[in-house]
């Protein structure tokens, strides 16, 4: 089993649009969970960390559930700006493991 | 805003020879990363670094790799005999604490083609 699971897509929405991304991970010991965004041939920026009481930044919701080692992301009214690769991350102490990748395409 | 540079953007070379990709973390930083991207592939760990000493290295990371911090700020990641399967997107990163909860910072990576 992959140590993080995620569909690479690509979700094609429009502008406006609601779109949510899901990703599970393996190892119950992970300790923290991330989603970072990733522009072509770009690196890995930080979107946001992720909790289990789930938190929110802007049009960016992302929520934890420890007991199913499942993590999502939220992101409503979707802007082109927003089209880019989503990567799910955990971590066991120091180092981030990474899942494939959600590729999401806004459009007008 | 500081940042992670590295240097070069983009480094050709030929299969069997050395190559030496360079870094300059954040400058209060003290933990130091490698990852690198295959094209159309996942983000990997290679190898991190604290106190002149490797703390946790991957599968990835053989013999024919090695890191080293020579001086106050450049971060290095040598590859002795480059193989065609070496070529990828080769990120630096650096983070102020060493647990996992503190955001590492990634450079904007080293594209390296192996012919």
């Known amino acids: 089993r992959k140590e993080v699971e995620q569909d690479p897509g690509p979700f094609n929405v429009p502008e406006g649009a609601t779109v949510a991304f899901n990703c599970t991970y393996s190892n119950s010991a992970s300790q923290s969970f991330f989603w970072y965004r990733q522009d072509c041939r770009k690196e890995p920026k930080l979107l946001m960390s992720v909790y289990s009481s789930g938190n929110e930044d802007g049009r960016f919701t992302a929520q934890l559930n420890r007991a199913s080692q499942y993590i999502s992301l939220l992101i409503r009214d979707s802007k082109l700006s927003d089209s880019a690769t989503y990567l799910c991350?955990?971590?066991?102490?120091?180092?981030?493991?990474f899942g494939t990748g959600t590729r999401l395409l806004v459009s007008p | 805003e500081p940042e992670v540079t590295q240097t070069p953007s983009h480094q050709v070379t030929q299969m069997g020879q050395e190559v030496i990709l360079r870094c300059v973390p954040i400058s209060n930083h003290l933990y130091f990363y490698w990852y690198r991207q295959i094209l159309g592939q996942k983000v990997e760990f290679l190898v991190s670094f604290y106190n002149n000493e490797i703390s946790e290295k991957s599968e990835i990371f053989d013999d024919q790799f090695s890191v080293e911090r020579p001086d106050g700020s450049n971060f290095t990641l040598k590859i002795r005999s480059t193989k065609l399967e070496d070529s990828a997107m080769y990120f630096c990163?650096?983070?102020?604490?060493?647990?996992?909860?503190?955001?590492?910072?990634f450079g904007p990576g080293t594209r390296l083609t192996v012919l």
């Open positions: 990163a650096s983070s102020d604490r060493e647990d996992s909860y503190n955001e590492q910072f």
């Open positions: 991350v955990v971590t066991g102490f120091q180092k981030l493991v």
